[in-house]
């Protein structure tokens, strides 16, 4: 079966501008999770839903940044004013079964974001 | 809060060659997980520890899980071209959902 998409796979825009960025998870996948991914680093955890409980938004950098999840399953990520440090590639990732952290994450191939 | 801390940070090694890399904590996981992220695409899981002391294999990979719980080891053995990319270690935050990454080591594999 297809697996975890994100669109757009690149997105370039310029400074104070909003963009939004989309997620697809595995069908039937209850948890969802995006992550920010800076130039040479690690993964950052932004922002966690699972089934229809309120998601965790504790990893979010800032009120610009802000995620729904509609219908349990795709997802968007949205950055208001864009600053030149949003530049990364935001990651999304679901998981099968309870949302536990130790389940399997299935990631997305990113999204490529640049703010010029 | 938690960290992991992986090293080297990056390797650049022969077709062929063995590579060790290891993740420490100052806090102590329950699970240990090891990604590996390829060139453009997102990481994909390689190997999972649940146990102090677990020993695991997944092909050429093997992964330890430190005694002290701090601590976990991935080694590749006769590498190849493909190895090539960023390997992550993982563990799941204390009473959270969340995963912590590690920093990543990249590996280089030349013919």
């Known amino acids: 079966g297809a697996g975890v998409s994100q669109s757009p796979s690149n997105k370039v825009t310029e400074k104070g501008k909003d963009v939004e960025l989309r997620c697809d998870p595995i069908?039937?996948?209850?948890?969802l999770y995006w992550y920010r991914q800076s130039l040479g680093q690690g993964l950052e955890f932004l922002i966690y839903f699972q089934g229809n409980s309120a998601p965790d938004k504790s990893g979010l950098p800032s009120d610009r940044f802000s995620a729904e999840r509609t219908g349990g399953s795709v997802s968007t990520l949205t950055i208001q004013r864009t600053q030149q440090e949003d530049s990364a590639v935001y990651l999304c990732?679901?998981?099968?079964?309870?949302?536990?952290?130790?389940?399997?994450?299935?990631f997305g191939p990113g999204t490529r974001l640049t703010v010029l | 809060g938690q960290q992991l801390n992986q090293s080297p940070q990056s390797m650049f090694i022969q077709e062929g060659e063995d590579v060790s890399m290891n993740c420490t904590s100052s806090?102590?996981?329950?699970?240990w997980l090891w990604y590996k992220q390829d060139p453009g695409e997102g990481p994909v899981l390689l190997i999972a520890l649940y146990k102090a002391g677990e020993l695991t294999s997944n092909g050429r990979l093997t992964a330890q899980f430190g005694i002290t719980r701090k601590d976990s080891f991935l080694n590749i053995s006769a590498s190849i071209p493909s190895d090539v990319g960023i390997y992550f270690c993982a563990g799941p935050s204390y009473n959270t959902d969340k995963l912590i990454f590690g920093t990543g080591t990249r590996l280089q594999v030349f013919p």
């Open positions: 069908s039937g996948h209850t948890a």
């Open positions: 806090s102590i996981f329950n699970t």
């Open positions: 990732a679901s998981s099968p079964r309870y949302g536990g952290s130790t389940d399997t994450q299935y």
